[in-house]
């Protein structure tokens, strides 16, 4: 028995060095009634404040209050049933939580998470269910001649069974990627958890990547490893909706799917709703199903992609090549909200049918697991 | 165009907010001559250190000054070519590099990261090369009663050729899940890198999670997602030896690969090597190459499994069954390094071959690196 307290020792002992001996704290610490306490050791901070989009809600960050042992800590109310990004700010320098091991990148910005279960975000935590694959691999796009990086989510049972699946195309935001709606859209845990519960059919979900410059995600690619980004110069070009018919291509070469319209879906968030718009439209015979989450829905007229033109009569062809579902949602906080009142009554004239979702809430990817949580289901009956 | 500019001004805004104002920098910078800078404002701090283990070697943090903006800086000396992990410490509090958004875990805490290219680096870095694919899939556990995440890594071509593959399996160490050997080990890219320059055979790579408590890495099961810790309280229970021929019967029925004891191989670091050592010595006929990188050697007497018993009569039998490589990689600044000498001494006494590789360093995922760069091109040959 001494050789293995030997081991343990050592082991301690490095796990030590690499904390710096400062005191194990647990933070965040989701408390049996729903309330959240955070905590930090600063013994020498002046201020130490919590900044949560979705706690703050205009209120500001929350102030944490120090102890005789240096430690600062706060407890919020009871919180809504969701996942969370937060990072502290300890005079005014951002600083991720040092007790928090999972952390999540936002485009530019990395935040520590945490869930609190018991609603909403049981639709996204990992539950003992039946758990499908995913995959990253890289495709072929000769019209941007490159390859390039895809995640495709498979269902449990894919991989044994016979059958041709269903497949969901999924699209990020501006300042997103292919990992996007996997790590901030938990699009795994939502899909394992419709389909076991046979709210969903079990599909396949592709999320490509949006930015026709971009062949992977930061750091996925051999691009430098420069901060990410909201906006890319080829945000308009309309180069990643041209290529896109490419994605669907490698994976109906590649995955055993069905291949028929009422058997594809498109959808994206932000940028990514604009993408679905305009790929949906100028191929009119390839999606029975479209999806538009908190979207934008124009481009500048001085966009230069031939995908854009004539926009009005492509949405005609549209209707009238027919589709099983067009889907809009959007929160009435959102700076894309007039937009898409616009957009709708372009539709509503020319009797383009849609269904319709208004939310509260904004711009935030706790609206968009929603809608996907709610569009998954309404897919390929 | 004024809609354009008004959705981009939009979105600036946004991605302002979420920085705080806080001014922009470039942190980690890596200069041309390998130098790097290292930047972070904290207006009010009084003391700012970087801590990196493979800038410190017993030099302990490097210190940042401060100039009249508030922004803190270092340059450091010319720098090797390798990945890094690093944080700092402002005033005494372990903080991420704000800037930087790419992040690693390592068990229990987060690092940023960084590469300085120009030599063994650029085995690790993602290059303009073929791509295989990265799969996480769920497999049945019959011996451990659940299903568990595993990750697979196929080389490019997989997918369309006919040809079945041989397989390396690399279990990782104490406090590592099925996830360190792709994040830490950059396992994808070193073999995308050697098969594209033809130095390794194109090959599967079947990361398994080595602690028989867990399903998957912590946020990937329905585990509570407490921060990551060193020691399993199962680590020496034997079950994750005695599961790990179900790992090899899943792949051998999911993927298309050769399924004879030359077309095996298996490696692992420390708790990982030890796995190694163990499963090939109670299987004598599964493969035909093993390593042990930075291993692990030896086990309580009183260990309860049974894969542990009369050891070295399954040493003898493993010895008689034959085997093309049996490799041993170590540092002599390894705690682990006596623990080595003294089973090689074993070895050498019953007449066991092996290949064995002294190196400089100690228990460091650059080691772990480095000798999976080695070993890889010596498979399947």
Known sequence: MARILNVI???LSVASVAQNRIPELVSPEVNADRTVTFRIYAPSASEVLLECDLLQKGSGPMRLTKNESGVWSVTTVAL?????LYNFQV??????????????????????????PGGKADDYLVR?????SVIHVWYDSPSLKTNRRLTVYTPAGYETSKENYPVLYLQHGAGGDE????????TAQILDNLIASKKAKPMLVVMANGNAGQTAAPGESSAPMKKPVFIQPDMFSGNTEKAYPEVVAFIESRFRVKKDKASRALAGLSMGGMHSLVISANNPELFGYVAVFSSAMLWPKEAPGEVYKDFDRKLEAQKKAGYKLYW????TDDFLFEQSN?????????QFKYVYKETAGGHTWSNWRDYLTEFVPLLFR
Not at 128 to 132: S, T
Not at 180 to 185: C, F, P, S
Request: charged share 25%; aromatic share 16%; no cysteine.
């Open 9 to 11: 020792i050592f082991f």
């Open 80 to 84: 809504p049933s969701e996942m969370y």
């Open 91 to 116: 005079d005014k320098v951002r600083t991720l939580d040092p007790n928090n091991a999972f952390v999540i990148r936002d485009v530019g910005n990395v935040f520590g998470m945490f869930f609190v």
């Open 128 to 132: 003992d269910v039946p758990h499908g």
């Open 179 to 186: 990992d996007a709606w996997l790590q901030l859209g938990r």
């Open 328 to 331: 809009i949602g959007i929160g």
């Open 342 to 350: 616009t957009f709708r009554k372009k539709l509503d004239a020319m």
